[in-house]
Nanobody, 127 residues
């Protein structure tokens, strides 16, 4: 079992920056692929970014096309924490951001491939 708690969501101006954190409690954190998803009002939850660590390839990451470049996902296995650095966010990035984890192989991007979810943190980007 893994419990996930997100933090860092707030109101930010477009063009600013924001870092979200997700603290995990449980065993073998480094074995999990970790991801960020988001859900805007009236829309489905969508993939944002994911990261997996392995001893032979270090960090493997995947990003949604809409955030590739300005957003960066990273993890600190010693702290059982995954981060999402959001640079120059836009009003359309406004959503509740969720942290997710899975033991499935690779770096999954599908919502159904993740087994553990946090409660979410609200990010609002003003124009």
């Amino acid at each position: 079992q893994l419990q996930l708690v997100e933090s860092g969501g707030e109101l930010v101006q477009a063009g600013g920056s924001l870092r979200l954190s997700c603290a995990a409690s449980g065993r073998a954190f480094s074995s999990y692929a970790m991801a960020w998803f988001r859900q805007a009002p009236g829309k489905e939850r969508e993939f944002v970014a994911a990261v997996r660590w392995s001893a032979w390839s270090n960090y493997n990451t995947r990003y949604a096309d809409s955030v590739k470049g300005p957003f960066t996902i990273s993890r600190d296995n010693a702290k059982n924490t995954v981060y999402l650095q959001m640079n120059s966010p836009k009003p359309e990035d406004t959503a509740v951001y969720y942290c997710a984890a899975t033991l499935r192989g690779g770096v999954p991007v599908g919502r159904g491939e993740y087994d553990y979810w946090g409660q979410g943190t609200q990010v609002t980007v003003s124009s």
